[in-house]
């Protein structure tokens, strides 16, 4: 899985759950999202796993590995957004 795979099935994620979210006013996060789901990769077996891979675009481990990856080495920009909230 490359880079690229993993940025073309977020945008996949986002436009589906940007639907499912509706027009009117919300905060959400595709990416947060996205994350969460693929970190739950490792806990799922069988048809869940199956269902998840569907779900995230990418094969469930590989998305938790590269979720993973992201989390560990955050863009300096995640701590300012993160201090915001805060």
Same mark, same amino acid.
């Given at each position: 899985?490359?880079?690229?795979?993993?940025?073309?099935?977020?945008?996949?994620?986002?436009?589906?759950?940007?639907?499912?979210?509706?027009?009117?006013h919300?905060?959400?996060?595709?990416?947060?999202?996205?994350?969460?789901?693929?970190?739950?990769?490792?806990?799922?077996?069988?048809?869940?796993?199956?269902?998840?891979?569907?779900?995230?675009?990418?094969?469930?481990?590989?998305?938790?590995?590269?979720?993973?990856?992201?989390?560990? @080495?955050p @863009?300096?920009?995640?701590?300012?957004?993160?201090?915001?909230?805060?």
């Amino acid at each position: 899985m490359t880079t690229t795979d993993v940025v073309a099935a977020l945008a996949r994620y986002a436009r589906s759950f940007h639907q499912v979210a509706g027009d009117g006013h919300h905060v959400a996060s595709p990416l947060g999202a996205w994350l969460l789901l693929a970190l739950a990769g490792p806990a799922c077996a069988g048809e869940d796993l199956r269902q998840l891979t569907r779900i995230l675009g990418v094969d469930g481990d590989a998305a938790a590995g590269f979720a993973a990856e992201l989390l560990a @080495h955050p @863009h300096p920009v995640v701590h300012a957004g993160a201090a915001v909230w805060g």
